[in-house]
């Protein structure tokens, strides 16, 4: 009986040494499946996760792209009012009698060397700008002449919208090449059937936005001046070079918010110095930026764009101003709002 009972006892303790085993082998497999589940699951928790994150939507950016929008149409206007300026100086455009600049003065004190300068400090004709700073202007060869050359220094050149008070700074060179044997006087002489006038002009510039911000800023455009009666004319501002493999392109550089830009002119601006708001027409691509962008000029309230054969009718509207469009980092659709010049 007690060998019995010793055996009986062993059975039992190998059983359970047995079971023992068996579990911990068990265990050991349940460590590995579970481990190997992990891994597969792994890639699909970072997918969801990343899913989630980029359904996220980035902040509104129409501050941003409207300042932009604006800091585009402001430097494009004042920079060639500036060549409009010195054009009418060097023709000896008559306005009552005498050269004269609006919110501006002339020192011909070095004309004898071929230089002056446009001191400004008041408002255009239009009271929409208050201009002020130094304008250098050196002539080369004679302005009457294709070939000749005029180069403009702006010195602290600061414009200020009327309106609000917003105002930029320009410091940098113009160059002005005359293509056309002509000058704005030859306008005025009876019978001189002299109906067009055209530049080419090349500017680099750096631009102070003001709190700190200044950024380099270059122009390539051609700009042609047509006749239009004896006291108005039609300046078309086209696009002159390719930048990065851009092509039509009339101004590239930095924007106010860090971000670079080319800015693609695929329709020609075209004023009138009988409008008094601003272009009847023309065309921008903002390309480069994280959100490109288009500027239209000459639209009404509405967005839609100006009846060019209207401006000849008695009453007609004038153009009210630009429309943007760009589709918002925020998700929020395409943006197409509109603004006044």
């Known amino acids: 009986m007690r060998i019995q009972a010793k055996i009986n006892d062993y059975s039992i303790k190998l059983l359970s040494n047995t079971n023992v085993k068996r579990k911990r082998a068990l265990l050991q497999m349940n460590k590995r499946v579970l481990v190997k589940l992990l891994f597969m699951l792994f890639p699909i928790v970072i997918l969801i996760v990343s899913c989630k994150k980029s359904s996220t939507p980035s902040a509104d950016d129409t501050t941003q792209q409207v300042a932009t929008a604006s800091d ?35 020192d011909s004190s070095n004309l004898s060397n071929g230089v002056y300068i446009i001191n400004y400090h008041g408002t255009d004709t239009r009271n929409m700008w208050n201009r002020t700073g130094a304008v250098t202007v050196q002539i080369t060869g004679d302005w009457n002449v294709p070939g000749s050359v005029l180069t403009l220094v702006f010195n602290n050149f ?163 101003g630009y429309k943007l469009s760009w589709v918002n980092t925020s998700g929020g659709g395409n943006d197409t709002p509109v603004y006044p010049y």
Not at 74 to 96: C, R, Y
Request: charged share 10%; net charge neutral; aromatic share 10%.
């Open 158 to 320: 600061t414009v200020t919208r009327t309106s609000n008070g917003n105002s930029i700074t320009f410091n940098g060179n113009n160059t002005i090449t005359n293509i056309s044997a002509a000058t704005y006087n030859y306008w005025h002489l009876p019978g001189d059937g002299v109906t067009t006038i055209e530049h080419k002009v090349q500017g680099t510039f750096t631009i102070d936005f003001g709190g700190g911000i200044v950024r380099p800023w270059n122009i390539a455009r051609t700009r042609k001046i047509v006749k239009t009666n004896s006291l108005a004319y039609q300046l078309t501002i086209s696009q002159d070079t390719t930048v990065n493999g851009y092509t039509r392109i009339e101004s590239w550089g930095t924007d106010r918010a860090g971000e670079l830009f080319t800015s693609a002119l695929t329709k020609p601006i075209v004023i009138n110095s009988s409008v008094p708001t601003g272009p009847l027409s023309g065309y921008y691509q903002l390309l480069g930026l994280t959100s490109a962008m288009t500027i239209n000029f000459g639209v009404d309230t509405s967005g839609v764009a100006y009846n060019l054969g209207a401006y000849y009718k008695l009453g007609a509207p004038y153009p009210y």
């Open 72 to 106: 585009q149409y402001i430097i494009t206007m004042q920079s060639d009012q500036v060549i409009s300026d010195a054009n009418i100086i060097l023709s000896g455009h008559p306005t009552s009698g005498t050269i004269s600049i609006a919110g501006a003065t002339i």
